[in-house]
């Protein structure tokens, strides 16, 4: 099984509306991250929040981590159109570097 | 523009042809990495250099060759591949191979395997 998983899969909202994905994973980690991808194209770095921390915001972005119940979420604040896009989370495993495995994605649709 | 390129950005190729990935990072950085991108599979991590140096084959398949000639070019030199070979290829780059360094990903190049 894979060691990050996104849910939603899909999540579909209205331009406004606040949208939260979810990532769960089963190992120890060193750090989380967020990565977002328009469709066909290459990831885009958003966030990345260390084990020992609790919650990171950057912009309209908002991650929280509970290593205790090895989840994170994202919330994306006052969505637009533009948000529409996969979002995936990826986890570093203790002891392995920067050898990143990557959940299946969260699919967003933000509807004008 | 995340600093990465790839080229070609698409190509089709017959199971019998020997093609190249070329991916090219203006970043400064010293690891690079190949990622493969399957339609409803998570992406999965192929090869990590550091340094110019392979320090990570994730058991992938010998007609898949990586080459690292220095720390901005990376290639995937691609031989008799299978159709479930289809998929996007993902460069990547970031400061080095330890944790904790965000990853710089190009376009991608899609590859479609006849």
């Known amino acids: 099984s894979q060691q990050g998983e996104e849910d939603p899969q899909a999540l579909s909202i209205q331009e406004g509306e606040n949208a939260t994905m979810n990532c769960s994973y089963k190992t120890s980690i060193n750090n989380l991250q967020w990565y977002r991808q328009n469709s066909g194209r290459g990831l885009v770095h958003l966030i990345l929040i260390r084990s020992n921390e609790r919650e990171k915001h950057s912009g309209r972005l908002r991650v929280t981590l509970d290593t205790s119940k090895k989840s994170s979420s994202l919330l994306i604040t006052a969505s637009r159109a533009a948000d529409t896009a996969s979002y995936f989370c990826?986890?570093?495993?203790?002891?392995?570097?920067?050898?990143?495995?990557f959940g299946g994605g969260t699919r967003l649709m933000v509807k004008p | 523009e995340t600093g990465v390129t790839q080229t070609p950005r698409h190509l089709v190729m017959g199971m019998t042809n020997k093609k190249s990935l070329k991916c090219e990072q203006h970043?400064?950085?010293?690891?690079m990495y190949w990622y493969k991108q399957s339609a409803k599979k998570p992406l999965e991590l192929m090869f990590v250099?550091?340094?110019?140096?392979?320090?990570e084959n994730n058991s992938v398949p010998s007609r898949f060759s990586p080459e690292c000639p220095n720390s901005s070019h990376l290639f995937l030199h691609l031989h008799t591949l299978q159709p479930e070979d289809s998929a996007l290829y993902l460069c990547a780059s970031s400061q080095t191979s330890a944790s904790s360094y965000e990853q710089y990903f190009g376009p991608g190049t899609r590859l479609t395997v006849t």
């Open positions: 250099y550091n340094f110019k140096e392979q320090t």
């Open positions: 990826a986890t570093d495993k203790n002891n392995a570097g920067n050898m990143l495995t």
């Open positions: 970043l400064g950085h010293n690891a």
